[in-house]
């Protein structure tokens, strides 16, 4: 199967920009992730959702980040403007959320992004 | 979630088993122990997960110690490859999804 597609690979912007990122769950997943992973920390969850609605975004920046899955397919997060403090690895993940033993995330290779 | 505290840093040679530590002592009656690993420049890669009962997998050995606070991942012929960050991370599990917390893990580093 596909796995979980996110673009762009880099994007370097400079602070008080505008950025997006795009990510294509695998086929059939319903439930969708955004993670921020910060240089030399595990990821951190900004955002959950099962098909197009939040389950989860209690540690989603709201006032500079967004990000919306309208057809509960592809998702985009988006940040506005951002910091210095943004520049991160952004990864997606989805995965089916019917038992248990199918329950594994399967991530992207992630959105570097660099703030300047 | 309960907490999980693994080492920093371990070194295993080529071919021989590497057996990855966590302590979970807080973790609850209903919380699964998963396993997720992370080579430079990907993403997070599932491993293995197990409740009470210990776990094999084409990938790796999952042992979880009788009082349920502490196991360990054993990749029994570590390769190359296998050089990456390992992350040990307790989660209840529902039909509604759930997310990871994923702390720093340990950077596993295979020698030839």
């Known amino acids: 199967e596909a796995g979980v597609a996110q673009s762009p690979r880099y994007k370097i912007i400079e602070k008080r920009q505008s950025v997006a990122f795009w990510c294509n769950p695998i086929s059939g997943h319903a439930t969708l992730y955004w993670y921020q992973q910060i240089l030399g920390q595990g990821p951190k969850l900004l955002i959950q959702f099962q098909n197009n609605g939040v389950v989860d975004d209690s540690q989603l920046p709201k006032d500079r980040f967004s990000a919306e899955r309208l057809k509960g397919v592809d998702s985009t997060l988006k940040i506005q403007p951002a910091k210095l403090e943004d520049s991160a690895v952004y990864l997606c993940a989805s995965t089916t959320s019917v038992s248990v033993q199918r329950s594994a995330l399967h991530f992207g290779n992630g959105t570097r992004l660099t703030v300047t | 979630d309960a907490k999980t505290t693994q080492p920093t840093s371990m070194d295993c040679a080529e071919g021989r088993a590497a057996n990855l530590p966590c302590n979970h002592s807080?973790?609850?009656?209903?919380?699964?122990v998963y396993w997720y690993r992370q080579i430079h420049s990907q993403g997070p890669q599932y491993i293995i997960h197990g409740l009470k009962n210990n776990e094999t997998n084409e990938m790796a050995s999952l042992i979880i110690t009788e009082d349920r606070k502490s196991s360990t991942l054993i990749l029994p012929h570590a390769t190359l490859r296998d050089t990456a960050v390992y992350y040990c991370i307790v989660r209840v599990a529902s039909n509604s999804g759930y997310a990871l917390n994923f702390g720093k893990g340990t950077s596993l580093l295979v020698t030839p």
């Open positions: 807080t973790i609850s009656g209903n919380e699964y």
